[in-house]
């Protein structure tokens, strides 16, 4: 048998929750958990029983709706922005390293990426982050 055929990365791709950004921590879910009026535990229950729909596309809104309704409880719309701007913080604690690499991979000539799952809302706010999006040459949130 012959030498292994020789490989060259040229690119590196990120997932985005748990490797660019650090998941939801205990001060987090309390806060939100205690907005909605929701048991911290059961909140959490609630929050990822049908998140691979969210993640995959569903409506915000009834994701929302959805998570109050498995709580017992009934989220209005203002309790839903809530809800909702609490989430994108969820999402929004990055961490420096990953940042820094994917910073330095560019610089070396590597190029970069973002391919995750994730919704639709935490998406939309991403793209608008001053200076998050450059450290990636494309960025795929399907």
Known sequence: MGPAPQSKISAVIFDFGGVICFPPDETQ???AAAFCGADRDDFE?????????YDAGANARAYWRDVGTRLGLTFDEQTIDGLLEREIRFWSRF????????ADLRAAGYRTGILSNLPRTLGQRLRTLPGFLEHFDEVTFS
Not at 45 to 53: G, I, L, M, S
Not at 95 to 102: G, K, M, Q, T, Y
């Open 45 to 53: 229950a609630a929050f990822w029983e049908d998140r691979d729909a």
């Open 29 to 31: 879910w309390q806060e």
């Open 95 to 102: 961490d420096p390293r990953v940042l820094n690499w994917a």
